[in-house]
Structure formats: structure tokens, C-alpha cells
């Protein structure tokens, strides 16, 4: 760890690859980005991936993400999957998926698992299977190779040597992935968005099949939240019908620190948060929204979380929140692991911002100190 490039502190925690200390990204952004902007767009490069979202005036558009990209013929968008050939847009089509997926013992390490009916068995009986955790049944768990943002600490960042692969899964051969003993599906990566028809395909074949035969089956999601109007509305549908939830990554509240951390604004993830927000007592239990933040040291701190707490309770205080342990990985390797100190100290500021269920997550990642 060094020092800020900008005021010289060297007793912050910094990371050399960022470059700057987390105060000075946030009072002095325009003066900052540029050279954290190199650092993105070198780890994009590293992967065939667009150093920023395409803005060809002959470009066909994408509507799935904030990236809003108008896509070149040739080229591929921000995300790296949706291509123009021949002037359509291949890639993230509703019958082929670029992913992975695999069945998942249940109760598993889910974001939502201390609040979800597999976890806990809350929602019983209409959306889960006992009064408890779901042993003997099992997830589906989804991976997509492609993400529309750029996280320097991405702890999936593997994904992005397949985000052009050539294979692809279709959504019947997905949605028949779901047996008997298969009561959740969870869309994560990377980040669903890019692939979101698939996902929605996916999901309504597999719900079907289970209305059927009247099996319990929940649509959940993990996303960056940075989806585009009329998927979002889809998500939620799907999820709020089944007893599923959408868990949001809310990695930074200040937008200068989203951008040097994740490449990408904020802004669409926390108004979609706000959307879906005032649909969640339409369903209370099991909870339906989920907030979750990675605690990275010496950027994600006390202030960050109180004011993503301020903001998620001011909506609905009841909304549960998860706060997750940091591990270095990616471009962000010189930084430590989450201390238990900073974490019990971010869990406090959460609480004081008048949220109800706030959540240490990770926890055998914690390391003893302040």
C-alpha cells in the first residue's frame, strides 16, 4: 500500500494501483479520474474489451444497461457480448447464453441467505419447502460471462476470457436444468444485464414446468442494479411472483469513488434501487430486496455504508442489508482483508442510519484489528 498521489498521505489505506486515497477521490474527482482511468482502461484492453461504451452515429442501440451503447458493425458494446454483424446485434439473445451454470447445495453462501426461505425458511409454505433451511434441495446456480461494469477488485474476473466464447447454452436447455429437488434459480456473474432476455426465458420455462407439477421455485438475481426499463420491471415480476429476491450490489454511495472502484456511474443503480424499493411491502416476507456492499479497505468506510444506509432506509427500513468482507483480488491485490474492527464499525453506522436488519456477511474472511 502507498501513497495518494494528490496530498501525499501514506498513512490512509492505499492501494498503489488506484493510486489515490479515498477522501481525495471524492473532493477531488476531475483531477483524479484521469490517471484511474488508465488503470481501467488497461485492464479492459488485457481482455479484447472496449475501453468505454460505443458511441458510433451509424451504430445500432442496446437498451439493456446505463451504457445506453450505439454499437458499431464489427464491434462489440461495453459489455463485451452484444455484437453487431450484418446491422443486428447478436449476443444476449433471448435462446443463446454465454454462462455456466451448476447445481448448488442448499442452504449455500447466497448474499441473501440469513433473510431467503432456502436459508431460513421463512415463507413457508407458499415459497419454501420446510419451516427451516432447505437441506436435501438445491440451487441453480446461473454465472454469465459478461458484466457492464469494471470492478478493479472483480473476485469473478475470470469471466471475461469467456465473455466472447463461441458456446452457448439455450434457455430450454437452462430452464430444463431444474429437477424436482430444485427449489431456487440465482442469475449472477458478472452480471446478468447483458444476457437478461435469456435469463427472463429461462425463467418463465422453468416456472411453467414447476406450476405444473405445483414444486416450489423462486427467481433470484444478483446484479449491479444497472438495468434498463422494461427488464427491470421484468425482474421484479418474476422474482415478487415466485418468493424470490433481487439482491443489488450498492458497492459505493459517493459517485467519484463508483467510478475509480467499478469504472461506471452510480446514478441508474440507485434510482432503480428507489423503483423497486416501493414495491417491497407488496411482499414483506419472504423480503424481496436485498442491499449488499463489499467493504473494501480504505474506500469503502464508515461513511460510504451510513450514507447507503441513510438512503436504503429512508425508503423502506425494513429493507435487510448485507455487509460483506473484502478479500484482494484482481488489479486490487495490495490491499488487506476486511479487519473485523472496520467491519463492526461499518455495521454500526448502518444501524444508527435507522436500519432494521444489517448483516455481516463473509465473515471467515474478517481479520482481527481495527
Not at 461495453?78 to 451454470?101: A, F, Q, S
Not at 415480476?237 to 443489488?248: M, T, V
Request: charged content about 20%; proline content about 6%.
Amino acid at each position: 500500500m502507498g501513497t495518494c498521489k494528490y496530498c501525499g498521505d501514506s498513512k490512509r489505506t492505499i492501494s498503489d494501483a488506484i493510486g489515490f486515497c479515498a477522501d481525495c477521490i471524492r473532493n477531488h474527482f476531475d483531477a483524479v479520474w484521469p490517471e484511474i482511468k488508465k488503470v481501467h482502461d488497461h485492464s479492459r484492453k488485457t481482455y479484447g474489451l472496449p475501453t468505454d461504451p460505443p458511441r458510433s452515429e451509424n451504430g445500432i442501440s442496446c437498451s439493456f444497461c446505463v451504457h445506453g451503447c450505439m454499437i458499431p458493425d464489427g464491434r462489440t458494446g461495453y459489455c463485451g457480448l452484444r455484437m453487431v454483424k450484418g446491422g443486428t446485434i447478436r449476443g444476449g439473445r433471448p435462446h443463446e447464453g454465454n454462462l455456466y451454470y451448476y447445481h448448488d447445495p442448499l442452504p449455500t453462501n447466497c448474499v441473501a441467505d440469513f433473510v431467503c426461505p432456502a436459508g431460513t425458511g421463512c415463507g413457508y409454505p407458499r415459497y419454501a419447502v420446510s419451516d427451516g433451511p432447505e437441506y436435501g434441495y438445491r440451487n441453480l446456480a446461473v454465472f454469465y460471462h459478461a458484466c457492464s461494469f469494471n470492478c478493479l477488485y472483480c473476485q469473478n474476473y475470470h469471466f471475461k476470457v469467456q465473455t466472447r466464447a463461441v458456446h452457448r447454452v439455450p434457455a430450454k436447455e437452462l430452464a430444463a436444468a431444474v429437477d424436482e429437488k430444485t427449489t431456487c434459480i440465482c442469475y449472477f456473474g458478472g452480471d446478468p444485464t447483458p444476457q437478461v432476455l435469456h435469463a427472463i426465458k429461462t425463467s418463465r420455462s422453468a416456472l411453467k414446468r414447476a406450476q405444473e407439477t405445483e414444486r416450489i421455485l423462486r427467481i433470484c438475481w444478483e446484479t449491479n442494479g444497472a438495468v434498463q426499463e422494461p427488464y427491470l420491471n421484468m425482474m421484479a415480476g418474476l422474482s415478487l411472483e415466485s418468493g424470490g429476491c433481487i439482491k443489488f450490489d450498492l458497492k459505493a454511495w459517493d459517485e467519484g469513488l463508483h467510478y475509480a472502484l467499478c469504472g461506471v456511474t452510480n446514478k441508474q443503480t440507485l434510482y432503480n434501487f428507489r423503483v423497486l424499493s416501493e414495491i417491497t411491502r407488496k411482499r414483506t416476507v419472504p423480503p424481496f430486496l436485498i442491499a449488499s456492499t463489499l467493504l473494501v479497505p480504505g474506500y469503502i468506510d464508515e461513511m460510504e455504508v451510513g450514507k447507503i444506509a441513510r438512503y436504503i432506509a429512508d425508503l423502506n427500513p425494513e429493507i435487510p442489508y448485507s455487509l460483506l468482507a473484502f478479500y484482494p483480488q484482481f488489479h486490487l491485490q495490495d490491499l488487506p482483508f476486511t479487519s473485523r474492527g472496520h467491519a463492526l464499525r461499518c455495521k454500526e453506522a448502518a444501524e444508527k442510519m435507522g436500519l432494521n436488519n444489517v448483516h455481516l456477511g463473509n465473515v471467515h474472511l474478517l481479520r482481527d484489528g481495527e
